[in-house]
């Protein structure tokens, strides 16, 4: 069964900065694009950042040039680095995997039963 950990969030001031983990059991990960979402309260799960497995990347409009999603296959991880957080921000963040972004969108996923998350938020 293959198992996504979350980490890495917090709470940080508007302006601030966190990087978030996730790392998936997984022993082909490489091969899958990956991607972050995240949930607010009362809101719907929406997808933040998607990498491919060639490294090609695509962001949300409302993150775009404020978060970097990279990944390290040989740690079977995927990031995503955030700066100028905003109190929007705030949410409950995950990951997954698919063997294309289409599918994420689609959420058509590897793991349906989603974790924890790590959650983030971004207050004064």
């Known amino acids: 069964q293959v198992q996504l950990v979350e980490s890495g969030g917090g709470l940080v001031q508007p302006g601030g900065s966190l990087r978030l983990s996730c790392t998936a059991s997984l022993s082909i990960f490489s091969i899958y694009t990956m991607g972050w979402y995240r949930q607010a309260p009362g809101k719907q799960r929406e997808l933040v950042a998607t990498?491919?497995?060639?490294?090609?990347?695509n962001y949300v409009d409302s993150v775009k040039g404020r978060v970097t999603i990279s990944r390290d296959n040989a740690k079977n991880t995927v990031y995503l680095q955030m700066s100028s957080l905003k109190p929007e921000d705030t949410a409950v963040y995950y990951c997954?995997?698919?063997?294309?972004?289409?599918?994420?969108?689609?959420?058509?996923?590897?793991?349906?039963?989603w974790g924890q998350g790590t959650q983030v938020t971004v207050s004064s």
């Open positions: 997954n995997a698919a063997l294309s972004r289409a599918s994420l969108i689609a959420g058509d996923v590897l793991v349906g039963s």
């Open positions: 990498i491919t497995r060639d490294g090609v990347t």
